[in-house]
């Protein structure tokens, strides 16, 4: 599932997806997500990754 977070955020929230995207391709927990997005691109469905 892919989630859209709200417009702004504080300076924690924007840290902490920094952090969460460099980790994201080392971590086992997250290659399934990675692939499920690389699907949605190359499927022509990108615009719902930033809906």
């Given at each position: 599932?892919?989630y ?22 080392e ?25």
């Amino acid at each position: 599932m892919i989630y859209r977070l709200a417009e702004g955020g504080g300076a924690l929230l924007h840290e902490n997806l920094r952090c969460l995207q460099d980790v994201a391709g080392e971590h086992l927990c997250f290659k399934s997500d990675l692939q499920k997005r690389a699907q949605l691109i190359g499927s022509g469905c990108a615009e719902l990754l930033t809906q």
